[in-house]
């Protein structure tokens, strides 16, 4: 299990956004700071921090903070 | 112009809403909709966005005969207001009806058409599409461009890049963009098809839209490239793309190679162009062919188009020396309108444009870019006026803008808080248009001044070369 809080801090450090954002929420183009150029960052945090290598279809699939938790799971990064 | 109203073939696919209009609907439509217009040479503002309605309002602006200022539907209303304000045009055609309605003086005549009764300021009988120069600053400043000279791109683009019937785009660039509505002149013109999406690379939509409405080619700035190269296009399963055209900035040649592999291994072609708005808007082509021995290479000028390396004093310089990039064609603008009266105005230009880049020509006569001279930044294939970036800010306080790799660099030299810098930047960012990430503000006790007492942005350049932005 690992704790939510690593991967809130990759969203705050690669969207640029504040740490008491509204989670669950949270979306692709939904907000102005989640744009394509910060979805790139945001995919390249994540694999650094996770120590992974995500699929094509898991960079255009993760489209709010809800489904990249979910998709980590394919990754084996399970979240309390 | 660009209609073919005999064919039956598709022009346009709305991808979000499966409508898909033939030439023959497309010039029926555009006929329609130039009722709206009524005086031929009344300018019309077509706020763009990405859907049908906007494309015909285009395509019947270009019939009628209307002169036609494409501008960006997400711009701040602000900046819209004032620009409406200025250049009061007879019509106005904003799709999202987010602009629209806030127009003084204006009344919606049909649904997303706002119109001014007043008489409007005269145009030039040759003008036809006014761009803007820089972005979204919401600067005034438009490049004029005549009927002769997109006539003149969009065939010389279409003989270079071999374009026909069986062709079509998906529209991965703004119409508003230079480089987007000459995908759009090119395609109609030479009888192909353009796809229209409000989804994105990034989204699985867009690309299920490349799998069902298969367009044969994708265009994109140097960005595109990055975005297609991390999905990677083997994963994506896009047989029916073999043509790609590159513009708005240089692609490392590493990537140039990659995708020009691919694209010969799929019987197609990579092309790396080289454009200006000015120049209505593309001036070069790499032919695939020349690949990759002219790696590097921004290609040769299309047809009717010469390219001359000048010195300060605009002598031509030796083959293989650097300085300034010239370019002469048809394709060059009438000039700029900074205000309404110079609407009326004709060719100031003489065909040559001053293109503020630096490059040299190699023996066989290939264009080599390696800098600028004017004070513009390429962020993600925008260009942003870097003087005017900075009058928007000077209301803070001194500050000095340069450009880094997509980075818009703002060194202040009012004492500020992080806060309050993160505040600036977020503003700035907002009002670009332009991805928050690449803009950064630092702090300095004093600007460096030069002795007649003008920012010293070589010193500045130095400095951003010391952090590695």
Known sequence: MTDESTLRKAFVDSLDIAPDTDWESLSYRGIEEWDSVAHMRLIAELEDVFDIMIETEDVIDMNSYVVARKLLGKYGIDFA | MFLHPDSDAPAVIDADTGRVLSHRQLAAAAADFATQYEQPHELVFLFADTSVQTLVAYVAALQHR??????????????????????RPTVVVDATAEIGPQLAGYHLASPGVWRHERAAHPTHPALAVLLTTSGSTGSPKFVRLSRANLEANTSAIIESLGIDAAD???????????????????????????????????????????????????????YTFHILRRLGLDKLD??????????GGRLETTIVKEFHAEMQ??????????????????????????????????GLPLRGGTIEICDELGEAVPVGASGDVVYSGPNVMMGYAEQPADLALGDVHGNRLHTGDVGHLDDD????????????????????????????????????????????LVYCEQPASGDQLDGRRRRLAHDLRLPLSSIRFSCMDALPKMANGKTDYQALERRKAGTGA
């Open chain 2, 365 to 408: 006569g290939f264009l080599f870019v390696t800098g600028r001279t004017k004070r513009i930044g390429k962020i993600f294939g925008v260009r942003v006026s870097l003087d005017e970036v900075e009058q928007m800010l000077d209301a803070d306080g001194p500050v000095a803008v340069v450009a880094g790799a997509d980075k818009l």
């Open chain 2, 265 to 298: 291994r799929r019987g197609g072609a990579f092309h790396v162009m080289y454009g200006q708005t000015e120049a209505g808007p593309r001036m070069t082509c790499l032919p695939s062919s020349s690949l990759p021995e002219k790696l590097g290479s921004a």
């Open chain 2, 238 to 247: 896009v047989p029916s793309i073999r043509t790609m055209t590159q513009a």
């Open chain 2, 168 to 222: 079509r785009a998906i529209a991965t660039l703004p119409l508003h963009y230079s480089f987007g509505m000459s995908i759009v002149n090119t395609h109609l013109a030479a009888g192909g098809s353009v796809i229209r999406t409000g989804t994105t690379m990034l989204e699985p939509d867009f690309w299920d839209v490349v799998r069902r409405d298969r367009p044969t080619s994708l265009s994109g700035v140097p």
């Open chain 2, 66 to 87: 209307s002169p036609v200022a494409l501008l960006d539907a997400s711009m701040r209303p602000a900046g819209a207001q004032e620009l409406v304000r200025r250049y």
